[in-house]
């Protein structure tokens, strides 16, 4: 299965990965051999919770790895009036009577209780390419839909919390 990612995301995960071979991995290896050194291996808690961190550290890497090598790049071809990739959007919730704010985002990014949507997701499809005043239907299945207004559209690049928290 080949991902979507944009080029920030990628520069995101090879930052992740150099930062997991750089300074994580010589950390656990260190607790791994101090943990060793503490004697008999058959009841040594210890070393194998360093172990168990070192791999799962190393098990991060390979899968960083991996999304990059069978990435499938994607580009924000939304204008800067237009909502798109990496963009965060204020929309009027008709129903609700509620303004609120979502990012949208990439699959592999996406999060909604942080309020990164999904170009895939009802509310991302319907959204993509609209502009502020724009009265969108979200169809969320045969039988729901709703409506919204776009308010804003914030093209600033500012990174969203907890960066990489879903790759």
């Given at each position: 299965?080949?991902?979507?990612?944009?080029?920030?995301?990628?520069?995101?995960?090879?930052?992740?990965?150099?930062?997991?071979?750089?300074?994580?991995?010589?950390?656990?290896?260190?607790?791994?051999?101090?943990?060793?050194?503490?004697?008999?291996?058959?009841?040594?808690?210890?070393?194998?919770?360093?172990?168990?961190e070192?791999?799962?550290?190393?098990?991060?890497?390979?899968?960083?790895?991996?999304?990059?090598?069978?990435?499938?790049?994607?580009?924000?071809?939304?204008?800067?009036?237009?909502?798109?990739?990496?963009?965060?959007?204020?929309?009027?919730?008709?129903?609700?009577?509620?303004?609120?704010?979502?990012?949208?985002?990439?699959?592999?990014?996406?999060?909604?209780?942080?309020?990164?949507?999904?170009?895939?997701?009802?509310?991302?499809?319907?959204?993509?390419?609209?502009k502020?005043?724009?009265?969108?239907?979200?169809?969320?299945?045969k039988?729901?839909?709703?409506?919204?207004?776009?308010?804003?559209?914030?093209?600033?690049?500012?990174?969203?919390?907890?960066?990489?928290?879903?790759?």
């Amino acid at each position: 299965m080949n991902n979507e990612l944009t080029r920030k995301d990628i520069e995101d995960m090879e930052r992740e990965i150099e930062h997991r071979k750089v300074v994580v991995r010589p950390e656990l290896l260190e607790h791994v051999k101090e943990a060793r050194s503490h004697g008999d291996l058959s009841e040594n808690f210890e070393y194998y919770a360093a172990k168990r961190e070192k791999n799962q550290n190393e098990s991060r890497i390979r899968y960083l790895e991996r999304m990059i090598r069978t990435a499938n790049i994607v580009e924000d071809e939304s204008g800067d009036d237009e909502v798109g990739i990496n963009k965060t959007v204020t929309v009027y919730v008709e129903e609700d009577d509620c303004e609120e704010e979502y990012k949208i985002v990439t699959t592999v990014r996406e999060d909604s209780l942080h309020g990164l949507v999904s170009t895939e997701s009802p509310m991302g499809k319907a959204l993509l390419g609209h502009k502020v005043g724009d009265r969108v239907e979200i169809v969320v299945s045969k039988e729901y839909s709703y409506f919204v207004e776009i308010r804003k559209i914030d093209n600033s690049t500012m990174d969203d919390p907890g960066t990489l928290r879903n790759f």
